[in-house]
């Protein structure tokens, strides 16, 4: 257990709805990062944050989004979702944004029909 | 754009016998990681490596890196059962950002 959790851990949803994942990181960790897997494009970086704000940003479409909470906590938002959405969805989370191993919670598995 | 290259993408071990799996990347970084994923679970990091010619050893398993190469090996010794999983090498090039390789999938055999 890596103690970061993600909730929820499955979600079947239509094509065109909006989801939310959450994202819990280890205790004491102030950054966030989220990445989708998936059969045909391996596992992206989706997006990076550290103590509330935007560090990076990988290949995350602008249906998708995401915040951190000031108690650090971490949503991403995926709207108007197509079938090609599908995929798990990792949170990880670091000490710092630099040099750290991100520890890897649990995965949300969407599907999208 | 950070390009990360595994080989083999599939490797079959016999138990006992000794593998190397390789990670090549394309862009200058001293900063390279190793995680270890069983099928419908999350990433579990096995090694970080922080500076060039960096070794790491954990029970039958070690990783180096060679930054002049753009090279990291994990090299398997003696593989036995509970080591079939698929191995996937990370590379951080300094933009917070990680880019993983296409992960090796490792079955051992008897």
């Known amino acids: 257990d890596s103690g970061v959790t993600q909730t929820p851990k499955h979600l079947i949803t239509a094509t065109g709805q909006r989801v939310t994942l959450r994202c819990s990181p280890r205790s004491g960790d102030l950054s966030v990062y989220w990445y989708q897997q998936s059969l045909d494009q391996g596992l992206q970086f989706l997006i990076q944050?550290?103590?509330?704000?935007?560090?990076a940003k990988g290949n995350i479409l602008e249906r998708f989004s995401a915040q951190q909470f000031p108690d650090l906590h971490s949503e991403l938002n995926l709207s108007s979702l197509e079938l090609g959405d599908s995929a798990l969805y990792f949170c990880?989370?670091?000490?710092?944004?630099?040099?750290?191993?991100?520890?890897f919670g649990p995965g949300t598995r969407l599907t999208v029909l | 754009e950070l390009k990360v290259e595994q080989n083999p993408l599939f490797l079959s071990m016999q138990e006992g016998k000794n593998y190397t799996i390789y990670c090549n990347y394309s862009?200058?970084?001293?900063?390279l990681y190793w995680y270890r994923q069983d099928p419908g679970k999350s990433l579990e990091s096995l090694f970080v490596l922080l500076s060039n010619g960096a070794v790491k050893q954990e029970g039958r398993l070690m990783a180096s890196l060679d930054t002049k190469a753009r090279l990291s090996t994990l090299h398997i010794t003696a593989a036995v059962h509970d080591l079939s999983a698929t191995y996937f090498c990370?590379?951080?090039?300094?933009?917070?950002?990680?880019?993983f390789g296409a992960g090796t999938t490792v079955t051992v055999r008897a």
């Open positions: 944050y550290y103590n509330g704000e935007e560090r």
């Open positions: 990880a989370s670091s000490v710092a944004a630099g040099v750290s191993t991100q520890y």
């Open positions: 862009t200058t970084s001293d900063r």
């Open positions: 990370a590379v951080d090039n300094g933009d917070y950002k990680l880019s």
